[in-house]
């Protein structure tokens, strides 16, 4: 079992950065896939990006794609999102994600993560 706490949240100016910190509790983190979501008000939670195990496998939601990096540490047992060039579109709640799993593989469906955080504000600006 892991549990999530995601950090690093806040207002951002338009065209701003910001980077996610998801720490994870538990002894066995790499041995997990990680993946970050998003929800805004009134609106479903959606894919932003995703690693296996190891950090050498990433992938992306297209809105995301170039301006958005995800980063794992597995000694500090922690996944990261580095976001860049900011958009008011990009105003959400971001939660980060956890599933079991050592075959390399990244997922990028809600139902298939079993261990959430309770998410951090991010706004973007201008």
């Known amino acids: 079992q892991v549990q999530l706490v995601e950090s690093g949240g806040r207002l951002v100016q338009t065209g701003g950065s910001l980077r996610l910190s998801c720490a994870a509790s538990g002894r066995t983190f790499s041995s997990y896939a990680m993946g970050w979501f998003r929800q805004a008000p009134g609106k479903e939670r959606d894919f932003v990006a995703a690693?296996?195990?190891?950090?050498?496998?990433?992938y992306y939601a297209d809105s995301v794609k170039g301006r958005f990096t995800i980063s794992r540490d597995n000694a500090k047992t922690a996944v990261y999102l580095q976001m860049n060039s900011l958009k008011p579109e990009d105003t959400a709640v971001y939660y980060c994600a956890a599933r079991w799993d050592r075959s390399g593989r990244y997922y990028t469906k809600k139902d298939d993560y079993s261990y959430w955080g309770l998410g951090t504000q991010v706004t973007s600006s201008s």
């Open positions: 690693t296996d195990w190891s950090g050498g496998t990433r």
